[in-house]
């Protein structure tokens, strides 16, 4: 889904938020949330002509504007709009500051998805004060340490930047705790001048790029980029430079984690999941020898190499690699952090092509450490709605050049998109047939499951396009739009999922094999989630991420509309679980993916064993299953001799409680053994996950 719930709590976690350093706050400071409800748009700040305008950019297009200026006080005022597929944020913020250029207030105010924006700090008499939509507290000190906002407008990270960057040693101690430190890694040059890129640590476990002019903001290029209206068409190059730049920071994790072992390794005395027959084998040994897994058999009679290095497995359990079948890389630090989770396959299902090229070329030279990711190009209908990071097609022969091209390119999959006009739909899905390449994907405006599937689609990504089949016209014919997530939330917890239009879909894809991938943690957040509450997906790693990442884990699910509850929409959740287990008994294809940062997966894992699949069956769709679904199942996704060693060790017994999958000890990919823990600590983990 793309900055659904999942990935914007992640975007809240890596990127910079707006930050202020506060001594005292100015006279008659009012809170922004002394109300529960938000601003209305039109009494948000207007940016005066001679504000700096900022275009919030992807692959596909324009998604919004953002502008800062200087009010006639003094104040740092900063305003952004933005709409991601029909998810609108409408914020400004405002930040006083004093002769001496300390911040004395801030405040955030507006609403995105998850409902109202505001947020407020302030400083005086040696108190600092904050109050955000998941928690509020007080803190003693002299002002110094700078508050770390938990949202407000990406523009506002303009200021926090540059204070950074002007700090002694480019260090901020951050408030409620944590510390931000930067370094710059590249340089660019954009007309006459030369710009800077910096890497911001501290906030989350990978570095945050931000591109800066001799001190002064200029730019950050993600997915969604925020660049200088003046300088739009730089993004592609800026977003290469970048790159590069943050891949020279890999090697050190190749050199550590990347070797093979010299000497052959045993695991010995394990408990083995057979995911070829879906069965738990108790007291079995596996040999490795090279990137190959050469032995595996009862412990009693398996022979082990002299020279081997013997793992003694007792009590604990031994599985294939797991794959997220649904994670969109969004850095190269993904790689390592996915491996300390057992992560050693994942699918991309829609990344912006060239920054997966090179990312590819990469992990093929040894250049990143990194599990193998099997990568969709994404094709949307160009439009305001249009998918981020995707391409964008307007007409049929658009569509069947894109899917060419994107074969051409090495690509084996294509991801179609909610704007995609059926017409241009079926003509992209003929050619990506003729090709040989699986077609999965949204469906469609206008359209259901059942038509994309009349189409050609091999495969229904989320859980909530399966449950759209038994839609109204009114949520089907706009679900391009936010439809596609309040749709489900009103009206899934009504649905009879033993009857038609429900169960003669289920029907069909069970009789054709047609794939689903729910990624049910998405819609975990987006309609279960409590603001201030942490959720199932995030709650055994407190403790052991930044705190700013931690606080995002907070954010709570989507605001229901003012005619439904939180418990209609937890309601609706637990019927879209229901309706995964109804897919699993009927024989459909179920993949496990996350749509998020992968730290859910065991989550996904865990609410499918509630849906009514056994362990050993859940643990097939993180297995054997997506590797056949990419065809690498004659390589992985299984423990077979002669197949490569991507192999798990976990503390615990998955076939009793699956999340025990969490408690990863030691990890191979590709006959390379790593030490989960030491990789932990590595990456940033301050520990492992309870």
């Given amino acids: 889904m793309r900055f659904t719930h999942a990935a914007a709590m992640l975007l809240a976690a890596v990127s910079v938020p707006a930050m202020a350093h506060i001594d005292q706050p100015p006279p008659a400071a009012v809170s922004a949330t002394d109300s529960e409800v938000p601003t209305p748009v039109d009494q948000l700040a207007a940016p005066p002509t001679d504000a700096e305008p900022f275009l919030l950019l992807s692959t596909a297009g324009q998604h919004g504007t953002a502008f800062r200026w200087r009010d006639a006080n003094g104040d740092n005022l900063f305003r952004e709009s933005m709409n991601l597929r029909g998810q609108v944020f409408e914020q400004d913020t405002r930040i006083a500051v004093n002769a001496n250029g300390h911040i004395t207030s801030l405040i955030i105010r507006g609403f995105t998805p998850n409902g109202n924006a505001a947020e407020s700090y302030s400083f005086a008499n040696g108190r600092a004060r904050w109050s955000s939509p998941v928690d509020s507290g007080e803190s003693a000190g002299d002002g110094a340490a700078v508050y770390s906002s938990f949202g407000g407008p990406f523009v506002a990270s303009a200021d926090f930047a540059e204070r950074l960057i002007a700090a002694p040693e480019h260090r901020l101690a951050l408030l409620p705790s944590g510390q931000a430190r930067a370094e710059q890694i590249a340089t660019a040059t954009i007309g006459q001048n030369e710009i800077q890129l910096w890497a911001i640590s501290g906030l989350a476990l990978s570095a945050f790029p931000i591109w800066m002019d001799d001190g002064k903001f200029f730019a950050i290029t993600s997915w969604i980029s925020l660049m200088p209206s003046a300088a739009a068409g730089e993004m592609a190059r800026l977003q290469q430079i970048q790159d590069e730049a943050m891949a020279r920071r890999n090697p050190a994790f190749v050199e550590r984690f990347g070797q093979l072992p010299s000497t052959p390794v045993a695991f010995e005395n394990v408990r083995l999941f057979d995911s070829i027959e879906g069965a738990w084998r108790e007291d079995q040994t596996v040999v490795v020898d090279g990137r190959l897994i050469t032995a595996t058999g009862p412990a009693a009679s398996t022979p082990v190499p002299a020279n081997a290095r013997r793992i003694d497995g007792r009590g604990k359990t031994l599985v294939p690699g797991l794959w997220d079948a649904h994670m969109h890389m969004g850095d190269d630090a993904s790689g390592p952090m996915l491996l300390t989770l057992g992560v050693t396959s994942a699918r991309d299902p829609g990344a912006d092509v060239q920054p997966a090229l090179a990312r590819q070329q990469r992990v093929a030279t040894g250049q990143l450490l990194s599990p193998t990711v099997f990568t969709s190009v994404l094709i949307d209908g160009a439009g305001p709605l249009a998918a981020q990071g995707g391409v964008t097609v307007t007409s049929s022969e658009e569509a069947a050049n894109a899917v060419r091209q994107a074969h051409d390119n090495g690509f084996r999959a294509i991801k179609f998109y909610t704007s995609m006009q059926p017409d241009w739909l079926r003509a992209g899905i003929a050619e990506a047939h003729r090709l040989g390449m699986h077609v999965h994907g949204h469906v469609p405006a206008t359209m259901r499951a059942m038509d994309a599937i009349d189409a050609g689609y091999d495969e229904i ?100 509309p003012a005619d439904l509850t939180r418990a209609d929409y937890q309601a609706s959740f637990a019927k879209l679980v229901e309706l995964v287990g109804r897919m699993q008994a009927a024989g459909v294809p179920i993949v496990a993916g996350t749509d998020g940062s992968g730290l859910e997966l065991i989550h996904e894992l865990e609410l499918y064993v509630q849906a009514g699949m056994t362990p050993a069956e859940a643990l097939q769709s993180a297995t054997i299953r997506p590797a056949r679904l990419v065809g690498a199942d004659n390589s992985t996704g299984s423990i077979t001799v002669g197949k490569e060693a991507d192999l798990v060790l976990v503390d615990g017994d998955p076939s009793q409680r699956i999340g025990d999958l969490r408690h990863t000890l030691w990890v191979m990919t590709d006959g390379r053994l790593i030490d989960a823990n030491a990789l932990r600590e590595a990456v940033g983990f301050s520990g492992p996950p309870r």
């Fill in 461 to 560: 990504t989320h859980i909530n396009f399966i449950a759209m089949q038994a839609m109204p016209d009114s949520v089907v014919n706009v679900s391009n739009g936010f439809a596609r997530f309040e749709g489900p939330g009103r009206y899934a917890r009504t649905l009879d999922l033993t009857a038609p239009p429900i169960s003669t879909l289920i029907t069909r894809m069970a009789s054709e094999g047609i794939v689903s991938d729910p990624t049910l943690v998405a819609f975990a957040g987006i309609l279960n989630a409590e603001s201030g509450q942490v959720s199932a997906s995030y709650a055994p790693f407190v403790g052991t991420l930044p705190p700013q990442t931690e606080r995002a884990f907070r954010a709570g699910g989507f605001a229901p």
